[in-house]
Every structure is written in C-alpha cells, then in structure tokens.
C-alpha cells in the first residue's frame, strides 16, 4: 500500500495566510481507490497541544489525488458528469471503484475566482469538521490543474427547492425548520466553536447543499474569512452576494458575524415564504424584507408563509420563526442576536423575543440600486455565480 499524499495547510490567527508545502514527494493518490470513511486530520503538531496554540498555528492534512484517477473518476470530465457551474468552474459527478460518488469542483482558467481563493477554500475547510459543512475530501493541483474534491449531495442545493417551479419539490413545514436549524447550527459552529473564527460572507440558499435525509449543509468558503476577537473589520474588496449582504457590508465594506447573521435573517424569510429577496415585487413593497415588515406591522405576518405552509398547527411558530427572521436583518449590527441568541430562540420556545426594528433596505427597490460604485474600491466579482456545487441538474 503506498504512503498516501497530502497537503498541509496553515493558518495563523488572526488573519488567514495560505502557507502549504507538499509533504511526500510521490505522485497523487488515486482518487478512484479512495476510502472516503477517511477525513483530513490534525496534524501531529495540532495535536501537540499547548505549545501550538500558544504559536496560534494550526495545520491538517488534505489527501492530493493524481489528475489522471481524477478524470478517470469523472468520465474525463465528460458532460454527461456535469453536475453545474459557477463562478469558480464546473463541478462534475465523480464514481469511484466501489461505487461511492464525489463532487469535483475545477478550477476554470476563465473563472472570476482563481487559486487564492481556492486555496482560500481548502485551508478553511479542511480545518472544520460539522455536519452541518459540506466535507473536503481532497485536492488535485498538477500542472494547470486545481481541483477540490467532495462528499456527493445527492438532493441539489436549496435554491432548486424553493424558487423551482415543479411542486414537487415543494418543502413541508417539518422540512424547513429541519433545514433552518441545521444551518443555524453551522454558523454557530462558524462563528463560535470551529478551530478558527469564520465569517462565511456569502451564505444564500444556493450555497446550501442538502443530503438524502434532505439535512443542510452550507457550501463555498472561497470569500469566507478567520480573525479572533469580536471587532469588525473593514475590507475594500466587496465580495458576496446582492440581496444577502448586510448593508454595512455592502455600503461601507465593514463584516463581522453580524453581516453573517444578516444573511442568515434573509435565507430564513426566503425558506418561510418560498420566496426570492432580490428581484421581489409584490404588492406596494419593494422587496421581500419590505414585505415581511409591512405584514408584521401591520399584524398580518402569517400572509408571508409560503401557500403550500397554510396550515394553522404550524401558525404559532411561524410567527416566531418570522420574529427571529426580523430581528436578525435590522439595520444595525449592534441590534441583531449573535448566532448563539439564535439559536436559543429557535430551540426554546418559551425564549421571550424582542420587537424588531425595521430591516435594512426594506423600502428599496433593490440592493444594487443603493450601492455606490466608488473608484476607490478594487473590483471583485459581487457572486451573481450560483456556487459552483450546488447549480446543479443531477445532483
């Protein structure tokens, strides 16, 4: 059995550097014999304890695969195995010798994201171990080549459910409250309890993939960032998604957990109502955040819930659920819950919520139209891509 290849990341708090060296010189496994039971682990410099956390270095080792079992495994990259595209490339289906599947995300040469955040990517991601994350089984980087390789999730990604037209794919209630706490739970993990502080910044319900028991798992850490300390801080480089960025973000390029809470308050009005928040016209309100406000107002919030939802055993807790929706997108960072607040008022019923003040870019027509273009800011793409794994037709 040959010793297997691997590439070790580290990451020094409190900002991400994307130091990696090979660590054995022989050619990339083969993906194709790969036993996906088998995780990137710690090092045995992370395990060592102390010391290294005193140094604030971390390092895990990702398995590399050859190009050539890669391709393989993938049908030579055929169409046929093409599971979508987004910004970063295609993203094929991938079978191995006993039958287990993968997701193999490919860097495109035309691809407005490249090897930084690539790279980006792996070491975040290698570094977390939730089951509310998507899995990092390994890499590919030979030649022109850089490949990310995944756990397969066979039941597309969230968006597909739903804004999809066929009914079919409608979510019961039971469902969505699952998939709500599962990502809930993920950030928490982000935010709080992984080995890094992570701030995702770009969570929508594109980037959410969903299993065969329909459980969540958030996907795409190429924009994500890991600092300590509770501060925000401030970036010029805007990057994230129209509609789910927190408007100081947006506006000021100021992030922190809160600007993740923020997206997490939109996702939750869309999961509830079955509805887009860019792109919304309905009625005198201008987008979906407007509309869920008007309706809360004016003490009408059950009109939010998605028609196939109209089920009054479920009316109590979607009133809380679309309190806690609020809350989280108000306008003011210092006004939203951390991800531990909720949580708390997700899991306990009895939690008394406060008021909501009025969201963020509830009475404009859209985000786009209130955010300057100042010349000041080095362009980058704002993702309109559908996150490379979870455009899907097929998965």
Known sequence: ??????????????????????????????????????????????????????????????PIFSFSSVSAATNNFSLSNKLGEGGFGPVYKGKLLKGNEVAVKRLSRKSGQGWNELKNEAV?????????????????????????VYEYLPNKSLDLFLFGTNNIFALAWGTRIRIVDGIAQGLLYLHQFSRLQIIHRDLKASNILLDEDMNPKISDFGMARSFGGTEPRATDRIVGTYGYMAPEYALEGVFSVKSDVFSFGVLLLEILSGMKNTGFYQSSSL????????????????????????????????????????????EHAADRPTMSEVVLMLSNELTCLPSPKRPAFSNIRSMVDSIPNPSHRKPETCSENELTISAMDAR
């Not at 996906?36 to 304890?49: A, C, D, H, M, R």
């Not at 089951?131 to 990310?148: P, Q, T, Y």
């Not at 955040?289 to 008007?294: C, E, S, T, V």
């Not at 479920?314 to 659920?321: E, S």
């Open 1 to 62: 059995h040959e010793p297997v290849q691997y590439l070790c990341t580290q990451t020094e708090y409190p900002y991400v550097c994307t130091h990696a060296s090979l660590i054995l010189d022989q050619a990339g496994e083969d993906l194709l014999s790969f036993d996906l039971s088998i995780s990137p682990e710690p090092t045995k410099n992370e395990q060592s304890g102390v010391k290294q956390r005193q140094k604030h270095k971390k390092e895990v080792e990702i």
């Open 287 to 330: 987008n979906l955040l407007g509309y869920a406000w008007d309706l809360w107002i004016s003490s009408r919030p059950l009109e939010l819930m998605d028609i196939v939802m109209k089920d009054s055993s479920c009316a109590n807790a979607a009133i809380r659920y679309i309190n806690i929706a609020l809350l989280c997108v108000q």
């Open 124 to 148: 975040l991601i290698a570094k977390l171990q939730h089951k509310n994350l998507v899995k990092l089984l390994g890499c590919c980087i030979e030649g022109d080549e850089k490949i990310l």
